[in-house]
């Protein structure tokens, strides 16, 4: 239960205490800032306290917004200011001030709420109130004129338009979120949380999944209105956080994890339902879930490493871009031809009803290329004319993302005098040649070497920061030389079951990039040391790969793929879950990413 203290005179006919008491606030007066402070130190430390002036006029969204966002230790509208059990020391401090500047004939009775938000000394959160009403009325002509302003206002329209997130793909913006708000509305009504949503969109997309897996005509049909239906309940669960500003950690991380998890199973089942009709493409599903995950580290590492950056960027490429921005309709198809979660699912869905898994995976890999090289060129152009310098938090963010193994970390030790911008192309060129001689010469010595030599430059890569204007793309690089490497090898090891054991591998390793990539985003740091050792970092992973390779039948290098797999699964999977489990109950501070469409 959170507590608000009404300060000031109470006004006749006023339904403030109704308001606040349908917010989930046991509602308290006071008669001036003293009383205040007394009734505060009264309320137990772990509970949010609001302050509001018993005279305020507007409507109950903006007291939502203002009084109930998780995210925030402190907040205020006009007339109202909140804080939650962080913030609540900084909260007494500014009722004291306020009451000594009333016993010094400084501040009226009446008008505490505000004086507390101008002194209160941390950091303090206004929410954009846009078309809402939100004020203090000092005569009654003001305060009638207010309420006529809350009356012309639709504040559950505004709601409900605010719901959907600010900046999507154009398939979710026109063909998805005009009724989806609604949904996450009925949803909220009968109390259910983001988080249940969440899960069962994952349900409906395993279901799809199961679906394609069966290899019939009705079966694809099914999967791929399933696979719609579970993106509806994709954008439901954000637009119910938005709605009844039910934000949490874990639900940021259940959301973002869910969402990889549904699409990479989905992969898994249309290469099931085609070996059912005769057709293997675990290959292409493995190649199309590489191709995926590479473009999405892209996309976290180009902006971790700017993230904390203030400089204005002034590249033609940027300026460019403002042009465009400038023209509607180029926006719109920006955002379509880089593929987003929205588009991509749809065009997935579609292809899966009326065509075959291997026309769908054809298409989806041409336009996930596409849509890599278009971002990726782009991010290039403007990291090589950008001036602003990385900072330390961006480098950390970098160096972790490269997930880096005790092998490198030993190599790094050992003294060089190689300059790092010729390390930077030898690692380059070292991925290259690891992945031509695994397609070229499939398993054997000679990828093995190649391998010894990559994790030898893997290591001098890392022992430097990775402050160069193109060490974003050391991660997302690592990722295709192991990813890849893998996927060759399964597929030359010519056996069944190889490419369904590397497709489990890789994507327990990618779990792991995209959960230190969660992490980093709530500011917790990658993930703890021991586990990234255990798992052998990218560089022991793809050593390890070859190796078996080249020692095994194939038979025995499926069955060696199976428990490396498995093996990685579980760890990653325990401490993800552990962490993040009790992250919450420790009740870490509320997440909401609206970033971009994945």
Excluded at 71 to 100: Q, Y
Excluded at 405 to 410: D, F, H, K, V, Y
Excluded at 435 to 450: E, M, R
Excluded at 522 to 548: F, S
Aim: hydrophobic share 50%; net charge neutral.
């Amino acid at each position: 239960m959170s507590t608000a203290i009404l300060t000031g005179q109470p006004v006749p006919g006023s339904s403030l205490e109704g308001d606040l008491r349908s917010l989930g606030f046991d509602v308290r007066a006071a008669t001036d800032a003293a009383d205040a402070e007394t009734l505060l130190a009264a309320v137990p430390a772990d509970q949010r306290v609001a302050v509001v002036d018993a005279r305020f006029v507007g409507h109950v969204h903006a007291l939502r917004l203002g009084l109930t966002d998780p995210r925030f230790e402190a907040a205020a509208i006009p007339g109202a200011v909140t804080a939650k059990s962080g913030g609540r020391p900084a909260l007494a401090r500014a009722l004291r001030i306020a009451s000594s500047d009333a016993s010094n004939g400084s501040v009226v009775v009446g008008i505490v709420a505000d004086r507390v938000a101008e002194t209160l000394d941390t950091d303090l959160h206004r929410p954009e109130l846009g078309e809402l009403v939100a004020e203090v009325p000092r005569d009654p002509q003001a305060r009638n004129e207010a309420r006529q302003s809350v009356a012309s206002v639709d504040d559950e329209a505004i709601r409900l338009r605010t719901a959907v997130k600010s900046r999507d793909g154009f398939f979710t913006t026109y063909c998805v979120s005009p009724y989806s708000r609604y949904l996450a509305r009925w949803c909220a009504r009968r109390g259910l949380t983001p988080n249940q949503v969440t899960t069962a969109s994952l349900v409906t997309a395993l279901i799809a999944a199961g679906c394609a897996a069966t290899g019939t005509r009705a079966g694809f049909v099914a999967a791929g209105l399933l696979l719609l239906f579970s993106f509806v309940l994709d954008c439901t669960d954000g637009q119910l956080a938005r709605y009844s500003l039910q934000y949490s950690t874990l639900g940021a991380w259940l959301d973002a994890t869910f969402d990889r998890a549904k699409e990479y199973a989905y992969y898994a089942g249309l290469a099931l339902g085609a070996a059912r009709g005769g057709d293997d493409v675990w290959a292409l599903a493995l190649g199309a879930m590489v191709l995926q995950t590479c473009r999405h580290v892209v996309d976290f590492s180009f902006n971790e490493a700017n993230v904390d950056s203030t400089a204005a960027n002034t590249s033609p490429t940027a300026a460019l871009s403002g042009k465009l921005d400038s023209v509607g309709w180029t926006v719109w198809l920006r955002r379509m031809i880089v593929l987003p979660i929205g588009e991509r699912w749809a065009m997935i869905a579609v292809l899966t009803a009326v065509t075959t898994p291997r026309i769908t995976f054809y298409v989806l890999l041409i336009g996930c290329a596409f849509a890599a090289c278009y971002t990726t060129a782009g991010r290039v152009l403007r990291s090589l004319t950008r001036k602003a310098q990385r900072t330390d938090r961006a480098m950390r963010a970098l160096a972790d993302l490269t997930d880096s193994g005790p092998l490198a970390e030993l190599l790094a030790r050992l003294p060089t005098r190689t300059q790092p911008a010729v390390t930077r192309l030898l690692a380059l060129a070292c991925l290259v040649l690891l992945v031509y001689t695994a397609w070229t010469d499939g398993p054997g010595w000679s990828v093995v070497v190649i391998a010894a030599v990559y994790v030898l430059v893997s290591g001098d890569v890392i022992k430097r920061p990775l402050d160069g204007p193109l060490d974003w793309l050391l991660p997302p690089l690592f990722r295709a030389a192991e990813y890849g490497t893998v996927l060759i090898l399964a597929a030359r090891a010519d056996v069944n079951g190889a490419l369904p054991a590397a497709f489990g591998l890789v994507a327990a390793v990618a779990y792991h990039h995209y959960d230190t990539v969660y992490r980093i985003r709530g500011n917790a740091g990658a993930p703890p040391h021991w586990l990234v050792r255990a798992i052998g970092g990218h560089e022991g992973r793809t050593l390890l790969v070859t190796v078996l390779a080249a020692l095994l039948t194939a038979e025995d290098f499926k069955v060696a793929l199976t428990v490396l797999a498995v093996a990685v699964a579980l760890l990653v999977l325990f401490e993800s879950i552990r962490y993040w489990v009790t992250a919450h109950r420790r009740g870490a501070p509320a997440v909401h990413d609206e970033g971009e469409p994945a």
